[in-house]
């Protein structure tokens, strides 16, 4: 049996490398989160979604999409919600229809607020500013819901911030 994982074991495999690198970093990964340790901090969903960033980085999105998938499915929570990523290959692969599904099943989720500003960007860097502002609101939504103690001030940070770009960048007053 392998050594238990820490959650900075899979954060050294993060960063820019060659394609054939980060099909070895996602194999990796995968390899682990076959592997459970009772002991790791990372849940087998966290890992295949650090996987499916690999396939993505390595310009595979069909893999991407399916170790997503696998994500979805597997034991454990992942932030960003694994959807997040999902919809981000997608539109990056012109794949609207299917992105528009995924962020679909992510707002029907109740996602938090770092979730909503995530998806934000995301539309927000595919050049879909109604998407975008469309997750900000669902995020100042959800944000409005919760009590003080339990708003992550750094979540709700960069929702303000990228509710703020878009709404300039629409041409609508800030708020």
Same mark, same amino acid.
């Given at each position: 049996?392998?050594?238990?994982? %820490?959650?900075?074991?899979? $954060? ?18 995968? =390899?682990? &989160?076959? $592997? ?7 849940? %087998? ?8 960033? @690999?396939?993505?980085? =390595?310009?595979? %999105?069909?893999?991407?999409? !399916? ?10 929570? +992942?932030?960003?919600? /694994?959807?997040?990523?999902?919809? =981000? ?6 794949? +609207?229809?299917? *992105?528009?599904?995924? &962020? ?14 995530? !998806?934000? $960007? /995301? ?7 109604? @998407?975008?502002?469309?997750?900000? *609101?669902?995020?100042? +939504?959800? &944000? ?9 001030? @750094?979540?709700? =940070?960069?929702? +303000?911030? /990228? ?10 007053? %800030?708020?």
């Amino acid at each position: 049996m392998r050594a238990p994982l %820490t959650h900075e074991d899979v $954060e050294e495999l993060e960063g820019h490398r060659s394609p054939d690198e980060h099909r070895v970093l996602a194999e990796k990964l995968l =390899a682990w &989160a076959e $592997e459970v340790h009772p002991d790791d901090e990372p849940t %087998t969903a966290e890992l295949l979604s650090a996987a499916g960033w @690999q396939h993505d980085l =390595a310009g595979d %999105t069909d893999g991407a999409l !399916a170790v997503f998938r696998r994500a979805l499915a597997a034991d454990g929570v +992942t932030y960003p919600d /694994v959807r997040v990523p999902m919809v =981000a290959v997608l539109l990056a692969a012109g794949r +609207t229809e299917e *992105a528009a599904g995924a &962020a679909d099943e992510l707002r029907r989720s109740s996602p938090g607020v770092g979730d909503c500003a995530m !998806a934000a $960007e /995301v539309y927000e860097l595919a050049g879909d500013l109604p @998407q975008a502002h469309r997750w900000t *609101a669902i995020g100042m +939504t959800r &944000a409005a819901l919760l009590a003080d103690d339990e708003l992550d001030e @750094q979540e709700l =940070a960069r929702l +303000t911030s /990228v509710r703020s770009r878009v709404r300039l960048a629409l041409g609508m007053p %800030t708020d």
